[in-house]
């Protein structure tokens, strides 16, 4: 168990750099510096922040990237069916320092002049625009159909001398409601309480264009958590091993046996991740038999002959977490977690085999005298999905503490299952 620790964590990192760094073209649109519109696909990356190029892929398979000099906007149709639009704009950024250790006594804002792919939250009489840098600060934009211009809807931390306390400069908030003055309904939205954050000023700019008598156009949609239910069956292979045999020092492999499992679960699709990634929580069933002869020739005129057989049935909580490589029609997985079992029933039996006056005497015992009803593993495997992700087929290894709970008289449990699965 030591060592599959460290080796499940590190297929946990591979695999995660591996989804997250494998192209994902998707369909979407490009708008050129000339105002031409070009449809294609685009390399959508989930972006935690703002873009500053995309790989853009022509009707010809053509692939270019795009720099903010190349083109003044595009649009991605994401896995949901939704069309998440950024815009080219040339703003003034305020480039205040935000991270606690660099915080200004300053409650003005730095404004700099730069070039910005804006990610689109609303769009109507009044629009609304979101930017997260590349140091991670998160901006937001507005502009109206009477400005000339996009302008920054400020919020700035910022610390006083001889205090420990953060403060906040809301500008934002008095910028909102000079949009405004005559609208009571707004008022209640845009108070002092209207958080920097994408719901609450997705809200609050609604409200406004509504009070303007503006028409709604576009607004941003999040993309929500995506579950899927399924059911898995098939067959594998069990080994149980003893180490330390009764105090031989000897690990002891019994008989592999072929078993039947059932597992049932919810695979939870990480949000802005185009169904790549997963956690899945299973109920997983599954039994083994084992048996084993060991003989003791210490003693080379009358050796020993111990025989131990095991029957137990398992219902198991597996928690895992799945990573789908999307470029094809069939979809790759790799998949690794952990598992927390209880034992639904077992038997065990054991007889001692020995020479007694040249006579063969046979003596019943019982193996374990104390048994362990929940037992911890760890798990991986691979697999594909196909079918538009409504079938699958995978092969998964196991390992668990297994049912001793004998210190000295440790058990491992071994499996591999190769199992068909359902999704609904």
């Excluded at 005497?361 to 798990?379: C, H």
């Amino acid at each position: 168990m030591t060592l599959i620790r460290p080796v499940v964590l590190t297929l946990f990192v591979l695999a995660a750099v591996f989804a997250f760094g494998q192209k994902n073209y998707v369909t979407g649109k490009i708008k050129r510096n000339s105002g031409v519109e070009e449809t294609g696909q685009i390399d959508y990356k989930n972006w935690d922040k703002n873009p500053t190029k995309i790989n853009f892929k022509t009707a010809s398979g053509e692939v270019v990237e795009l720099s903010l000099g190349e083109t003044d906007g595009f649009e991605v149709t994401r896995s949901d069916n939704f069309t998440e639009s950024y815009k080219k704009a040339i703003v003034e950024v305020d480039k205040s320092p935000h991270t606690m250790e660099e915080l200004e006594y300053n409650p003005s804002p730095s404004f700099e002049l730069d070039t910005v792919f804006l990610m689109e939250l609303f769009r109507g009489d009044v629009n609304l625009f979101y930017l997260k840098d590349e140091r991670g600060k998160i901006h937001f934009f507005y502009s109206t159909v009477n400005s000339l211009g996009t302008k920054e809807l400020v919020q700035k931390r910022y610390r006083q001398e001889g205090s420990a306390t953060l403060y906040y400069s809301n500008q934002y908030i008095a910028q909102l409601r000079a949009l405004v003055v005559d609208c009571s309904p707004t008022a209640q939205i845009i108070n002092e309480k209207l958080r920097y954050d994408v719901r609450p000023m997705v809200a609050a700019v609604k409200a406004i264009n509504e009070c303007l008598g503006g028409e709604t156009l576009y607004v941003f949609a999040e993309e929500k958590l995506k579950t899927a239910f399924y059911v898995a069956a098939g067959a594998g292979l069990t080994q149980l091993r003893f180490d330390n045999f009764y105090g031989t020092n000897q690990k002891i492999d019994f008989e592999t046996s072929l078993v039947a499992a059932l597992g049932l679960g919810l695979d939870y699709y990480i949000s802005r991740t185009n169904k790549r990634f997963s956690f899945s929580n299973e109920l997983f069933f599954s039994h083994f038999q084992a048996k084993k002869e060991v003989v003791d020739d210490s003693s080379p005129n009358d050796p020993v002959y111990y025989r131990e057989s095991y029957k137990a049935a398992y219902l198991r909580l597996n928690t895992m977490i799945k990573w789908r490589f999307s470029k094809w029609k069939a979809k790759p997985f790799l998949l690794a977690g952990f598992s927390n079992g209880a034992i639904l029933g077992f038997k065990q039996s054991g007889e001692i085999e020995r020479n007694v006056f040249g006579e063969a005497r046979f003596f019943p015992y019982t193996p374990l005298a104390s048994v362990r009803k929940y037992e911890q593993g760890m798990l991986m495997g691979f697999g594909t999905s196909f079918f538009k992700d409504k079938m699958s087929i995978s092969a998964r290894f196991s390992i668990s503490n297994g049912m001793s709970a004998n210190k000295s008289y440790r058990t491992l449990i071994r499996s591999g299952f190769v199992l068909v699965g359902y999704s609904f």
